[in-house]
């Protein structure tokens, strides 16, 4: 099995940033590509943005572009998601994920993603 751990979340003022991290321990040679996705009070669980294992592609949701950024180092095992310019919708919590399947694009898709962390809080006051 896998697990991931998730840290960083907070609560900052809009304008602000947050790093947020994910640590995988376990099988992890069973991971393929990572991702960060987050779930407001009464909504679906949405993606932000995705990683391949080789970090050669990645995927952004267009109401992260510009902001948010992911990134992977693969010795620790963990990804990261650098946050600027946070503002009072980016409140939700975070997670991250992880795809036990090889893809040749990385998939933006919340079902491709089979290993959950347990969330972090961010949240983001006006």
């Known amino acids: 099995q896998v697990q991931l751990v998730e840290s960083g979340g907070g609560l900052v003022q809009a304008g602000g940033s947050l790093r947020l991290s994910c640590a995988a321990s376990?099988?992890?040679?069973?991971?393929?590509?990572m991702g960060w996705f987050r779930q407001a009070p009464g909504k679906e669980r949405e993606t932000v943005a995705t990683?391949?294992?080789?970090?050669?592609?990645?995927y952004y949701a267009s109401f992260v572009q510009g902001r948010f950024t992911i990134s992977r180092d693969n010795d620790k095992n963990t990804i990261y998601l650098e946050m600027n310019s946070l503002k009072p919708e980016d409140t939700a919590v975070y997670y991250c994920?992880?795809?036990?399947?090889?893809?040749?694009?990385?998939?933006?898709?919340?079902?491709?993603?089979?290993?959950w962390g347990q969330g972090t809080q961010v949240t983001v006051s006006s």
């Open positions: 376990g099988r992890t040679l069973n991971i393929y590509a």
């Open positions: 990683i391949s294992k080789n970090k050669a592609t990645a």
């Open positions: 994920g992880a795809d036990r399947e090889f893809r040749a694009i990385v998939s933006p898709s919340v079902k491709a993603y089979e290993y």
